[in-house]
């Protein structure tokens, strides 16, 4: 590895560090992708965010909170469907890439295609992948490399991020 690279994690664990203590409000945050919709539709104030979703789903969604573990129903669903973001109803996964992971939040092992755009979340202070709806940038969760085959990747989402829609 480079002596540049070293440099550069080394600097970036520092700053996410430095972050976490001073808070989000203090460290400017990376700029997602879709974090400004495509679609002046979903270009909404906080307000009108908020009288469209539960205070526990604007908190996820647009703050970019978590959810208590094991507490979305979300996570026994195992009929054949659709997994939509609560925000914007644009479809994120395939029921047939749902698994459970034990971890207490619904698991998929892959999105559909194009549905999330993703960013570095330093929050935790060691750098993580955070993923985001790519129609109104809202927060789902965060993505692993620990799920199963085929990809190895576990995308961790909210339950209160999403709406499940049954096939038929």
């Not at 539709?41 to 009288?51: A, F, H, K, S, Y």
């Amino acid at each position: 590895m480079p002596l540049s690279a070293v440099y550069l994690s080394r600097r970036s664990l520092l700053l996410g560090s430095i972050a976490g203590v001073f808070g989000s409000s203090w460290w400017p945050r990376p700029v997602l992708a879709a974090s400004k919709a495509a679609d002046a539709t979903w270009d909404l104030t906080p307000d009108q965010w908020r009288e469209r979703l539960s205070s526990e789903a604007y908190d996820v969604l647009r703050n970019e909170g978590t959810e208590r573990p094991f507490t979305s129903p979300l996570n026994a669903e195992k009929r054949s469907g659709t997994y939509h973001c609560a925000g914007c109803d644009l479809s994120l996964f395939s029921s047939e890439a749902k698994f459970d992971s034990g971890t207490g939040w619904p698991s998929f092992w892959q999105p559909l295609q194009g549905a999330i755009a993703t960013k570095v979340d330093f929050k935790l202070i060691i750098p993580r992948t955070e993923y985001h709806c790519s129609r109104c940038g809202g927060h789902q969760g965060h993505v692993f490399n620990d799920g199963p085959r085929p990809t190895g990747k576990r995308y961790c989402n909210n339950g209160v991020a999403l709406v499940f829609r049954p096939a038929g």
